[in-house]
């Protein structure tokens, strides 16, 4: 895994400044972003990210996830076609993704975070 000491250094102080107008951790640096951080991808975090860059990261990690573990605990035995296990997999990312990329802006906003850029 690659090491970027500007892009971490940059996400200590968002995660700072975040931290100062008592924003929970898990708001700022949900799972999703933890393990795209881990996988060494440079995502800001989410209240200081742009909408589509939430919408994807969102639902990049969360619709496989979601699919795998509804797979195994209910439709694997269900005997469910693939088609409606798909469509079904798609629009619950779809609908999570969106309803959290919203819940993100709007956090920005009422905490009147600066833009990423200008940390």
């Not at 999703?32 to 639902?59: D, E």
């Not at 195994?72 to 999570?96: E, M, N, R």
């Not at 993100?104 to 940390?119: G, S």
Request: proline letters at 8%; one cysteine or more; aromatic letters at 20%.
């Amino acid at each position: 895994m690659k090491n970027y000491p500007i892009f971490d250094s940059k996400k200590r102080r968002a995660f700072a400044i975040m931290q100062a107008k008592g924003m929970w951790h898990s708001t700022y640096a949900p799972p999703c972003h933890r393990l795209l951080w881990n996988l060494g991808f440079k995502v800001a975090p989410p209240p200081l990210s742009p909408f589509c860059t939430n919408f994807f990261s969102f639902m990049a990690v969360y619709t496989p996830f979601w699919g795998v573990v509804m797979w195994v605990v209910f439709w694997k035995a269900q005997y469910i076609d693939l088609f409606s296990v798909v469509a079904t997999v798609l629009t619950g990312g779809l609908i999570f993704s969106l309803c959290m990329s919203v819940f993100q802006l709007w956090r920005k906003r009422a905490n009147h975070l600066p833009e990423w850029e200008r940390i």
